[in-house]
C-alpha cells in the first residue's frame, strides 16, 4: 500500500466504495416498483399470492435499504476525505443536488416505515397500495439527483471559474446539465431492469429446487413481464448515450468502440484485441453502425480518438466493459423474448429447467452489467474529475493515510454484505411460503 500515490488509492478506495454501493442503490431504485405492481394486481385480482409477493419482496427491501443507507453516508464522507480540492470548487455547485437527493431519500423512507406496518390497518386495500406511489418517487428521484451530479462531472457548467474561485453559480443550469436526461434515463430503467431480472433469478432458483407452487409461477411471470418491458427501455436509453456521446464525449465514444480515425460511415467494432502496433484484431465489424448509433445516419462522420490529445485520451480497456454491458443486455432482451414466448404458446412449458437456468444467470449478470456500464461510464471520462476543468490529480487528497482507509472501509463492506446475505436467507428460510398463505388465509 505504502508504493501506491495517494491518488492511485484514493481512486482505489473509491471504487471499491461505488463497486459495493451500487449493488444495494440499483435494488433501491428497482424493488419498490416492483412491490407497487405485485400489491396492485394482488388488489385488484383479489389474489393472496400477489400480496404476500408485495409483502416478502418489502421484507427483503428494507434489508437492503440499510445497508445502501451506509455506504451511501460512505460515499459523501469521501468525497470530503479524499477530493477535497474537487469538493472546494464544484461542492459550492452539487450541493443542492445532494441535498435533493438525501430530501428524496427522506421522503421514500418515511412512507416505506409507514407501508410496512400498515399492512392490513386499511379498509380499503387500496388505500394501503396508494403508499407505494412516493415510495416508487423517492426511490427514483433519489437515483435521478444523484446522477445529475455524475453527469455534472462529464458536462460541467452553471459556473464561472477563475483560478481557484468560482463565481455566478447557478445550481438549476449545473443540475440540468447536458449529460444529465441520458444519463438519468439510462441509471433509472437500468436499475428498474436489473431488479426484475434478480428477483426472476431468486424465483426461478426456487422452482429449479422444487417450489413449483402457484406463488412462484405467478412471481416469474410478473418479474419476466418487467424485464422485458424494462430491457427495451434500457436498450432505448443505451441509444441515447451513444448520441449524446457522440455530441459531447466523442472521446470516450471513441476509446469505447476503438475508433481511432475521424471518418464517415464508421464501422461498429465488437470484442478483438488490440496488437503492438495498436491495431484492432479478431473483432466482429458492423459496417457504418457506429456512424448510425451516434447519430442515426449510416454515413454520418464520427470523430476519432487521434483527435483528442493524448494526455486527454481514455484508457483503451474501456472497450470491454462497453461489450459487457452491450452483450449482457443482448442476452436479457434474448432471454425475457424467450421466455414470454413459451409462455404464450401454451404447448411449449415456460418452466422447463434449461429456461430457468438462462433466467437464474440474468440475475447476476445483469448486476454485472451495471458494474460495467458504471466503469465504462466513470473510467471513460479519464484523466478528468470534471472535465475540462479539473484532472483527478488536481482533485485527490495528499493525505498519506488512505491506504489504512481502504484496509478499514474493505473490512466494513466485507462485513456489511456478510450480513445482509445472511440476515435475509435466515428471513426466508424460516418463514416459507406455503407457511405464510395459510396464516394469510386465516385472517
Given at each position: 500500500m505504502s508504493e501506491l500515490d495517494s491518488v492511485t488509492l484514493s481512486r482505489m478506495l473509491t471504487s471499491m466504495t461505488l463497486a459495493f454501493h451500487i449493488i444495494f442503490a440499483t435494488i433501491g431504485v428497482g424493488v419498490p416498483i416492483l412491490i407497487s405492481i405485485a400489491e396492485f394486481i394482488g388488489i385488484k385480482k383479489n389474489d393472496p399470492h400477489y400480496l404476500l409477493l408485495a409483502k416478502r419482496w418489502t421484507r427483503g427491501f428494507v434489508v437492503t435499504v440499510a445497508v445502501g443507507v451506509v455506504t451511501g453516508t460512505c460515499i459523501g464522507l469521501?468525497?470530503?476525505?479524499?477530493?477535497?480540492?474537487?469538493?472546494?470548487?464544484?461542492?459550492?455547485?452539487?450541493?443542492?443536488?445532494?441535498?435533493?437527493?438525501?430530501?428524496?431519500?427522506?421522503?421514500?423512507?418515511i412512507f416505506l416505515g409507514i407501508y410496512l406496518y400498515t399492512w392490513d390497518r386499511f379498509k380499503k386495500p387500496i388505500y394501503h397500495w396508494l403508499l407505494?406511489?412516493?415510495?416508487?418517487?423517492?426511490?427514483?428521484?433519489?437515483?435521478?439527483?444523484?446522477?445529475?451530479?455524475?453527469?455534472?462531472?462529464?458536462?460541467?457548467?452553471?459556473?464561472?471559474?477563475?483560478?481557484?474561485?468560482?463565481?455566478?453559480?447557478?445550481?438549476?443550469?449545473?443540475i440540468l446539465n447536458p449529460a444529465t436526461p441520458s444519463k438519468v434515463f439510462h441509471v433509472v430503467a437500468s436499475s428498474y431492469m436489473t431488479s426484475a431480472f434478480i428477483l426472476a433469478a431468486i424465483t426461478a432458483f426456487m422452482i429449479i429446487k422444487g417450489q413449483r407452487g402457484d406463488y412462484h409461477k405467478k412471481a416469474l411471470k410478473l418479474t419476466m413481464t418487467c424485464a422485458l418491458i424494462f430491457t427495451f427501455a434500457t436498450a432505448l436509453a443505451g441509444d441515447l448515450s451513444a448520441k449524446f456521446l457522440a455530441e459531447h464525449q466523442p472521446e470516450?465514444?471513441?476509446?469505447?468502440?476503438?475508433?481511432?480515425?475521424?471518418?464517415?460511415?464508421?464501422?461498429?467494432?465488437?470484442?478483438?484485441t488490440l496488437n503492438e502496433q495498436g491495431e484492432v484484431e479478431n473483432a466482429i465489424r458492423i459496417p457504418k453502425m457506429l456512424s448510425f448509433l451516434s447519430y442515426s445516419d449510416f454515413n454520418a462522420e464520427v470523430t476519432g480518438l487521434n483527435e483528442t490529445p493524448e494526455d486527454?485520451?481514455?484508457?483503451?480497456?474501456?472497450?470491454?466493459?462497453?461489450?459487457?454491458?452491450?452483450?449482457?443486455?443482448?442476452?436479457?432482451?434474448?432471454?425475457?423474448?424467450?421466455?414470454?414466448?413459451?409462455?404464450?404458446?401454451?404447448?411449449?412449458?415456460?418452466?422447463?429447467?434449461?429456461?430457468?437456468?438462462?433466467?437464474?444467470?440474468?440475475?447476476?449478470?445483469?448486476?454485472?452489467?451495471?458494474?460495467?456500464?458504471?466503469?465504462?461510464?466513470?473510467?471513460?471520462?479519464?484523466?478528468?474529475?470534471?472535465?475540462?476543468?479539473?484532472k483527478v490529480a488536481e482533485g485527490a487528497t495528499t493525505s498519506d493515510h488512505v491506504g489504512k482507509m481502504f484496509i478499514m472501509f474493505f473490512a466494513l463492506y466485507a462485513i456489511l454484505g456478510t450480513l445482509c446475505v445472511t440476515v435475509l436467507r435466515k428471513m426466508f428460510k424460516n418463514k416459507p411460503v406455503e407457511a405464510e398463505l395459510e396464516y394469510q388465509s386465516k385472517l
Open positions: 469521501q468525497l470530503s476525505l479524499l477530493w477535497p480540492s474537487f469538493m472546494e470548487i464544484a461542492g459550492q455547485v452539487i450541493s443542492l443536488p445532494l441535498f435533493l437527493e438525501t430530501f428524496a431519500f427522506f421522503f421514500e423512507a407505494t406511489i412516493p415510495i416508487v418517487i423517492g426511490s427514483t428521484l433519489s437515483a435521478v439527483f444523484i446522477t445529475t451530479v455524475n453527469a455534472f462531472m462529464n458536462t460541467p457548467q452553471g459556473f464561472t471559474l477563475m483560478g481557484k474561485t468560482i463565481t455566478a453559480i447557478d445550481p438549476i443550469a449545473a470516450k465514444l471513441a476509446a469505447g468502440e476503438w475508433h481511432f480515425e475521424t471518418e464517415r460511415g464508421a464501422e461498429l467494432i465488437l470484442y478483438g486527454e485520451r481514455p484508457p483503451l480497456w474501456v472497450h470491454y466493459m462497453f461489450d459487457t454491458m452491450i452483450t449482457i443486455g443482448m442476452y436479457g432482451i434474448g432471454v425475457s423474448i424467450l421466455f414470454m414466448a413459451l409462455w404464450m404458446f401454451k404447448k411449449f412449458n415456460p418452466f422447463n429447467k434449461g429456461m430457468l437456468w438462462l433466467i437464474v444467470a440474468a440475475g447476476p449478470l445483469s448486476m454485472i452489467a451495471i458494474e460495467a456500464g458504471w466503469i465504462f461510464a466513470e473510467v471513460g471520462r479519464q484523466p478528468w474529475i470534471m472535465r475540462g476543468f479539473m
